[in-house]
């Protein structure tokens, strides 16, 4: 009997995640389906239950879940506790632990591309699940600020780090990384874009943790103006790598995340 996962979100159309999954299950030489679970947020609960009931080997979180689902888990691991946010599930026996693997994912992209954070002045667009596991990354990696940018700052605290509206964005003269970590400008809502090209000319570099398309509007705008850019893809890769080396109790070698995302690059269905 094979192994199945799946991913739990609001709307999914847009997901790679199949593919990338199936993928590394064939490099590992491992059985197994990967589904997609399109879920509302009143039946979160119940669906979680289902999974367990039905003998789901693991699952990934996405928008917009990534902070509710931990109410719904026996345990939250130490990494996804400091991040505030669940993108990966566990299943063990009849317990449920959360885990978070955007953390290293994005780390992994930040390397790829060669966008150094330390000492750097950070400006995140949205404060939910995603922007957590960003905004913990590059504290840990010594940024010297962070401002959070919400549609409703006024329902925030990060601490001792700023929170403005969009509006106030036109305040800030210059910085240095813009990271776009809110769904829009996602597939099929290709052509919105959270800021505008103004805005945009104030940092140095720009990173859109959106992958499909892999050119949005956000990075298209970026280029244009010169910026230092990158997309989520390879986040998305390396965390789903992430999320089976937890499934599957064993290493994921950095050589199958870089053929997996080499060989997304070819493939026209899906780019």
């Known amino acids: 009997m094979s192994d199945f996962y799946g991913l739990m979100g609001k709307r999914l159309v847009h997901s790679f995640s199949p593919v990338i999954h199936d993928l590394i299950l064939k490099k590992i030489g491992k059985n197994g389906g990967y ?17 367990k009931i039905l003998g789901c080997s693991g699952a990934n979180v996405t928008i917009p ?5 931990m109410k719904y888990l026996d345990k939250i ?22 885990h978070n693997t955007d953390y290293y994912g994005f ?13 750097k002045n950070i400006v995140l667009l949205g404060t939910g699940g995603a922007s957590k596991a960003v905004s913990r ?18 329902r925030f605290c990060r601490g001792k780090f700023q929170v403005i509206s969009y509006d106030e964005l036109y305040k800030i003269e210059r910085s240095d990384i813009v990271i776009n970590c809110t769904p829009c400008g996602m597939y099929p809502d ?3 874009c ?5 805005i945009l000319s104030r940092f140095n570099t720009a990173v859109d943790l959106i992958y499909n398309p892999q050119q949005t509007l956000f990075l298209k705008l970026g280029n ?13 890769v390396a965390q789903a790598a992430a999320s089976q080396q937890i499934w599957q109790k064993r290493k994921i070698p950095l050589k199958a995340i870089d053929e997996i995302y080499n060989e997304l690059l070819s493939r026209e269905d899906i780019v």
Not at 81 to 90: C, F, Q, R, Y
Not at 107 to 119: A, C, D, M, P, W
């Open 35 to 51: 589904n997609l679970f399109e879920i509302d947020e009143k039946s979160l609960g119940k669906s979680v239950e289902a999974l």
């Open 65 to 69: 879940y990534k902070v509710e689902i």
């Open 77 to 98: 691991s130490e990494e996804a506790e400091s991040i505030g946010a669940v993108n990966t599930i566990e299943f063990i026996s009849d317990k449920l632990i959360g």
């Open 107 to 119: 780390g992994l992209t930040l390397k790829r591309h060669g966008i150094e954070v330390s000492g």
């Open 137 to 154: 990354y590059v504290l840990d990696r010594g940024a010297r600020s962070i401002t959070y940018v919400s549609r409703d700052p006024n």
């Open 190 to 192: 290709a052509d919105s």
């Open 194 to 198: 959270p800021v505008d090209e103004k």
């Open 224 to 236: 244009k103006l010169g910026l230092n850019t990158a997309n989520g893809l390879y986040m998305l």
